[in-house]
């Protein structure tokens, strides 16, 4: 059995030397994962086809060139967000200088989920060594082949005792989550998010909790239909629905539903094909268990299109629900699969209350070309992010924050929130020694008449 403290102790000694608060230190630790992530692409894609199926394309374009282009973009601005930053004193505090230092928690502890198990444990990764801290990876055990190619990543590239993995499941994770680490980011489900965010609690421990939820996606009666079939197809079926901001469920204006689903269909077959399982792009569910929740999700009396599904391949094909309504199983719960539920609806207010109903959703998508209607929606409903005439896209900019508000996550990162999420804003003041404003010191006496 692996002794967590003794690891975090070795971590916390690994700090108190001091090495990773030089810039340059961590500079270099950046080069040298990202040589090594270069260096096993093609390992790195062999694992995520064993583990879900996913072709080349698709590791590259949503795993490992998102991690390689997140490094290029650290190892670009590290130095100024690192620097000491100087801000302004009010009149009153006149003879002082003010300054925020970023400093870096200690050791941070980072728990990953199975759906894209490389890139949500590097994109942490990257910016808790840009702000100077040791890590701790717990990768997902439901993508073992996954978990051991980052493992070789980590032993190969770093001091075991600045960055280090454990691998395993619950119980492992529940004893990480109960020591003293000095920060947990944490991606996965709500149901967990809500285990760490309570052993974290109990030790004051600061986290990021990026969880997921029901992202809906709205189709206005004025939205372009061929361009939201298109892109509303890309974003539900990459990885075979299991991402987190995958639009979840479908609200459709009536007078445009007929057309829309109709080009949706289209748009399926053209990315892959009338028969998906012969199809090397199309992924597959993560494991049995998960397979089964998604298929009991399948009313056959509501299928539009798709609903076919085969055990021993974990397959389950693009599939369109359509009649659905708000009190359906399928509404209840984050899908996290290739089925899409499909409400129609006659005015944007009914279909605003009615998620407002509900818990904040992680993201949101609305194809309209009326600018009333996109500030309509951006204004009254609270939502972690999303975008206006496209699905997933707001995640790929490092100049915008992701995460979610309310039951679907606490905190946000990419880019330089990252690392400003993995550092401690340090708030010093210097004064001057020359003269004091002797009006706040005691005796107060007959004082108040003067301020
Ligand atoms: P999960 O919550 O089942 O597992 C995530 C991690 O928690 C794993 O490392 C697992 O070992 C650990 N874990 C599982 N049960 C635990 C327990 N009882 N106690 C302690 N640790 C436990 O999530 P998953 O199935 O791997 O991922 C899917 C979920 O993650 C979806 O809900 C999805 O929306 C969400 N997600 C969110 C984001 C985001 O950035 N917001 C990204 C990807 C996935």
């Given at each position: 059995?692996?002794?967590?403290?003794?690891?975090?102790?070795?971590?916390?000694?690994?700090?108190?030397?001091?090495?990773?608060?030089?810039?340059?230190?961590r500079?270099?630790?950046?080069?040298?994962l990202?040589?090594?992530?270069?260096d096993r692409?093609?390992q790195?894609?062999?694992?995520?086809?064993?583990?879900?199926?996913?072709s080349?394309?698709?590791?590259?374009?949503?795993?490992?060139?998102?991690?390689?282009?997140s490094?290029?973009?650290?190892?670009?601005?590290?130095?100024?967000?690192?620097?000491?930053?100087?801000?302004?004193?009010?009149?009153?505090?006149?003879?002082?200088k003010?300054?925020?230092?970023?400093?870096?928690?200690?050791?941070?502890?980072?728990?990953?989920?199975s759906?894209?198990?490389?890139?949500?444990?590097?994109?942490?990764?990257?910016?808790a060594?840009?702000?100077?801290?040791?890590?701790i990876?717990?990768?997902?055990?439901?993508?073992p082949?996954?978990?051991?190619?980052?493992?070789?990543?980590?032993?190969?590239?770093?001091d075991?005792?600045?960055?280090?993995?454990?691998?395993?499941?619950k119980e492992?994770?529940?004893?990480l989550?109960?020591?003293r680490?000095?920060?947990?980011?944490?991606t996965?489900s709500?149901?967990?998010?809500?285990?760490i965010a309570?052993a974290?609690?109990k030790?004051?421990?600061?986290?990021?909790?990026?969880?997921?939820g029901?992202?809906?996606?709205?189709?206005?009666?004025?939205?372009?239909?061929?361009?939201?079939?298109?892109?509303?197809?890309w974003?539900?079926?990459?990885n075979?629905?299991?991402?987190?901001?995958?639009?979840?469920?479908l609200?459709?204006?009536?007078?445009?539903?007929?057309d829309?689903?109709?080009?949706?269909?289209?748009?399926?077959?053209?990315f892959?094909?009338?028969?998906?399982?012969?199809n090397?792009?199309?992924?597959?569910?993560?494991?049995?268990?998960?397979?089964?929740?998604?298929i009991?999700?399948?009313?056959?009396?509501?299928?539009?299109?798709?609903?076919?599904y085969i055990?021993?391949e974990?397959y389950?094909?693009?599939t369109i629900?359509?009649?659905?309504?708000?009190?359906?199983k399928?509404?209840?719960?984050?899908?996290?699969?290739p089925?899409?539920?499909?409400?129609?609806?006659d005015?944007?207010?009914?279909?605003?209350?009615?998620?407002?109903?509900?818990e904040?959703p992680?993201?949101?998508?609305?194809f309209?070309?009326s600018?009333?209607?996109?500030?309509?929606?951006?204004?009254?409903?609270?939502?972690?992010?999303?975008?206006?005439?496209d699905?997933l896209?707001?995640?790929?900019?490092?100049?915008?924050?992701?995460?979610?508000?309310?039951?679907?996550?606490i905190?946000?990162?990419?880019?330089?929130?990252?690392?400003?999420?993995?550092?401690?804003?340090?708030?010093?003041?210097?004064?001057t020694?020359?003269?004091?404003?002797n009006?706040?010191?005691?005796?107060?006496?007959?004082?108040?008449?003067?301020?």
């Amino acid at each position: 059995m692996l002794d967590v403290s003794k690891v975090i102790l070795k971590h916390k000694e690994f700090f108190e030397a001091g090495v990773t608060k030089d810039v340059n230190f961590r500079l270099e630790q950046l080069k040298k994962l990202k040589k090594a992530v270069e260096d096993r692409e093609k390992q790195i894609m062999d694992a995520l086809c064993k583990d879900l199926h996913k072709s080349e394309f698709e590791s590259y374009l949503t795993e490992i060139g998102v991690v390689l282009s997140s490094i290029n973009y650290f190892l670009k601005h590290l130095k100024k967000w690192a620097k000491v930053k100087k801000v302004r004193v009010p009149l009153n505090q006149i003879g002082s200088k003010a300054y925020i230092y970023h400093e870096p928690y200690g050791t941070v502890l980072i728990i990953g989920p199975s759906n894209y198990p490389f890139q949500l444990v590097f994109e942490p990764l990257i910016g808790a060594i840009a702000a100077g801290n040791c890590v701790i990876l717990k990768p997902s055990e439901l993508t073992p082949n996954t978990a051991k190619v980052i493992k070789e990543i980590i032993t190969e590239t770093f001091d075991e005792n600045y960055i280090s993995i454990v691998e395993g499941g619950k119980e492992i994770t529940r004893d990480l989550i109960n020591e003293r680490v000095d920060y947990i980011f944490f991606t996965g489900s709500v149901a967990v998010g809500k285990i760490i965010a309570e052993a974290a609690g109990k030790n004051l421990i600061p986290c990021t909790l990026e969880l997921g939820g029901k992202s809906p996606c709205i189709v206005h009666n004025d939205g372009d239909l061929e361009v939201a079939a298109r892109r509303i197809v890309w974003g539900k079926f990459v990885n075979n629905g299991q991402t987190c901001v995958a639009p979840d469920y479908l609200l459709v204006h009536k007078d445009v539903k007929n057309d829309l689903l109709a080009k949706i269909k289209k748009y399926i077959i053209e990315f892959y094909g009338e028969s998906p399982i012969t199809n090397n792009d199309y992924g597959r569910i993560v494991n049995h268990r998960q397979w089964e929740r998604l298929i009991n999700l399948i009313d056959k009396d509501k299928v539009f299109y798709g609903g076919e599904y085969i055990e021993e391949e974990l397959y389950i094909s693009p599939t369109i629900i359509d009649n659905v309504n708000w009190e359906d199983k399928i509404m209840k719960d984050e899908i996290f699969g290739p089925i899409i539920p499909v409400i129609q609806y006659d005015s944007i207010e009914s279909i605003i209350k009615k998620i407002k109903e509900r818990e904040k959703p992680l993201a949101l998508y609305i194809f309209t070309n009326s600018k009333d209607i996109e500030r309509k929606i951006i204004n009254e409903i609270s939502y972690g992010g999303g975008c206006v005439n496209d699905t997933l896209f707001h995640l790929v900019n490092p100049n915008l924050p992701f995460g979610g508000v309310g039951a679907s996550g606490i905190g946000a990162y990419h880019g330089k929130t990252s690392f400003e999420t993995f550092s401690h804003k340090k708030s010093i003041m210097k004064k001057t020694t020359l003269f004091d404003f002797n009006i706040i010191f005691p005796p107060y006496r007959n004082k108040l008449k003067i301020v």
